[in-house]
Every structure is written in C-alpha cells, then in structure tokens.
C-alpha cells in the first residue's frame, strides 16, 4: 500500500450510496503535508513533459494542484463553477452533469488564460463518473491546446469515469484507486497498481 | 511599493462599481511564486504566535492560505460555503451576506475541525466589506477557539471591512491596501503603510 492508500484506511470513511469522504485530510480540512506528497507523485510519475499550464477546477482540486504549479514553475488555472463566478471578457466554457447526473453544472475557464499554445496537465482529488474531467478536456480543446495527462488522488475504480478516460487515450494516473467500497462493513479494496 | 502593490498594478483591473480584478494573478488564475511570497509575508508578520489552525475560505482563499499552513505545519481548514457542500455531522454555521448587501450566504465548518483548543490564523485573499471575515470569526468563536489574527492579501481600504475587523480588536494585516480607485482614469491608490 502506498501513502495514500494508508491514509484513506486511516482517517477515510464511507457513507452509504458510494461517497467516499476524505473531508479530514483532502479537502474540507487539507494536510497540507500530505498534499506535497501527493503533488511530488504527480511530478514524478508526469516527468519530462512540456507542461505550460495546470488545469484544475473549484474548489478541492487546488490543494493538490497548488504544489504540482509550484514545483513545475507554471501557473495554476483554477476552472470556475457557474454561478460563482464574475469574470470579465470571454470565456470557454463546458456543461457537465453533477454526480446524481441530473443537475447541469457549467464550468467556466477566461479564454485569456488558455490558448493554442499551451500544454496543459489537469489535477483534481477525486474522479468518480468522470464528468469533471470530460469538461476540463472539452475546456483545453475549446482552446486548441493539448491535454499532456491527467492526474487525481482518488479515483473511485467501481465507477466509469477511469475507464472512459483512459478509453479516450489520455495518460490518466491516480494515486489511489478504490475498487470497491462497502459501507456496511467499511472496508476499502485498492486496486493493485 | 512593495511587490504585491506592483503587481496590482502591473496585472490587475478595474471594472465600473469598485470591483478590483485580480483573476490574472491572485484567483482564476494563480501565479503560485507570487502566492509563496504571500504566505512567507504573512508568516513573517504574524512570527511568533502559537498557530494550531489555518481558516480561510472556498475557493479564492486557499491560494494564499496553503504556503502558510505548510510553512507553519499545521491543517488548513477551508470554510465551505451552502450548498456546495456534503458535510457529515455536525457544524458551525454562519450567514454572512455578499457583496451586494441583499443576499445571504451559509458559510460551514465541520465541528471536528475546530475546538476550544485551537489558536486559529484566518487567511482570504480580498477584505472589503467584511462580511465573510465576520462570518469566519464568528465560527471561530462557536468553537471557543482564539482567533489570533487575520491575514489578507488585498485590503480594498475605501470599503468598511478592514476598519470594522480593526475596531472589533482583532490583529489584521494586509499586504495591501487600496485607498481608491478610479475606473475611468484606471488609477489605484495605495495607503502608505
């Protein structure tokens, strides 16, 4: 097991329905520390890439992102959910379907900050259906960049969202990948990587 | 000037009404160098206390937030605001309006996260009317924790925020602070500090 592993049997739990909560050490309150490990992860495994820009999305995704820009010198593009944004000039923008995939949520990057130029490496905590992702690459096609890969903490392997990714032919690597969960017992199975 | 007053010029904007555009380096899109010079100003400023917590606030907050609670070694909470949030148990809750003065907005903390025990530093990046710092204090409080200090980036001066938090008796710092701005000419105003 590697760190991650261990900390998602260590202060993870689950709740019924699939929701994985990670609240105490990811998102809600981050380990900054166990952040930086995460983010060395994905500078090592994403090394020798001609990485212009990460791409992440509100508002978990930028705890692990942060340390990847910080370390690789590039900036951090932090994509926008409607209706929480006000930004000026024009924008790209992509729908995706939220995890009840009934509601429609927009999500929103300026134009000014992405463009045919840039090779850009999205990071986000967690991947489930993979929605998120499918918006934030609909986002750097808009602007004719490319996608180097795609790189997430938790990706909840019982759902589809990795293997459409993957299927799509991106370079999509996550540190944890939770094959199945049961809350009744709470027991977690990480796939073998 | 000191660096974050010249980069406020050099990159930032104003839009008719007071709003000050920072989405090019401090929001939308980080300039994460800039974000790391941020946060070992505020560790220099507030050197000394005994810091158990870092509070900020989704999602503009934790740029700013996370190089301090890394250099500091201690968690970074971040304050969600309803209805983006799927918290388990119980929590702190305090309504704080936005910006236009009408409408109110919940801003959360899971309970486990914040204890009487904790010396808590609060970071955001933009103060103006203060109504979010109040609404973080008060959070603060409900846990009978000690707020130590706040720390912003960007004081918008000529709003009432800063002044409100300072008569309160709280240890507020800004990195800068913009007296006035004017959107047809272009021109900010810096207080002397």
Same mark, same amino acid.
Request: no cysteine; charged share 20%.
């Given at each position: 097991?590697?760190?991650?592993?261990?900390?998602?049997?260590?202060?993870?739990?689950?709740?019924?329905?699939?929701?994985?909560?990670?609240?105490?050490?990811?998102?809600?309150?981050?380990?900054?520390?166990?952040?930086?490990?995460?983010?060395?992860?994905?500078?090592?495994?994403?090394?020798? /890439?001609?990485?212009?820009?990460? +791409?992440?999305?509100?508002? #978990?995704? =930028?705890?692990? !992102?942060?340390? @990847?820009?910080?370390? $690789?010198?590039?900036?951090?593009?932090?994509?926008?959910?409607?209706?929480?944004?006000?930004?000026?000039?024009?924008?790209?923008?992509?729908?995706?379907?939220?995890?009840?995939?009934?509601?429609?949520?927009?999500?929103?990057?300026?134009?000014?900050?992405?463009?045919?130029?840039?090779?850009?490496?999205?990071?986000?905590?967690? /991947?489930?259906?993979?929605?998120? +992702?499918?918006?934030?690459? #609909?986002? =750097?096609?808009? !602007?004719?960049? @490319?996608?180097?890969? $795609?790189?997430?903490?938790?990706?909840?392997?019982?759902?589809?969202?990795?293997?459409?990714?993957?299927?799509?032919?991106?370079?999509?690597?996550?540190?944890?990948?939770?094959?199945?969960?049961?809350?009744?017992?709470?027991?977690?199975?990480f796939r073998q990587q």
């Amino acid at each position: 097991m590697n760190f991650l592993e261990k900390r998602i049997l260590k202060d993870g739990g689950i709740k019924a329905g699939g929701i994985l909560m990670a609240d105490a050490f990811l998102n809600h309150q981050m380990d900054v520390a166990l952040l930086e490990r995460i983010g060395a992860e994905f500078v090592s495994r994403f090394a020798g /890439l001609n990485v212009t820009k990460i +791409l992440t999305i509100e508002t #978990s995704g =930028v705890g692990v !992102a942060y340390p @990847v820009a910080r370390t $690789l010198g590039v900036p951090l593009v932090v994509a926008r959910k409607a209706p929480s944004v006000k930004l000026s000039g024009e924008v790209y923008t992509a729908e995706i379907m939220d995890f009840t995939g009934q509601t429609i949520d927009q999500v929103i990057v300026a134009k000014k900050y992405l463009s045919e130029n840039d090779h850009v490496l999205i990071i986000d905590d967690i /991947l489930a259906n993979g929605y998120t +992702l499918q918006g934030l690459i #609909s986002i =750097v096609d808009s !602007a004719d960049a @490319v996608v180097e890969g $795609l790189g997430i903490a938790i990706e909840k392997g019982f759902q589809e969202g990795g293997y459409r990714i993957r299927n799509l032919g991106y370079r999509l690597e996550s540190i944890a990948i939770i094959d199945a969960m049961d809350d009744a017992t709470g027991t977690i199975t990480f796939r073998q990587q």
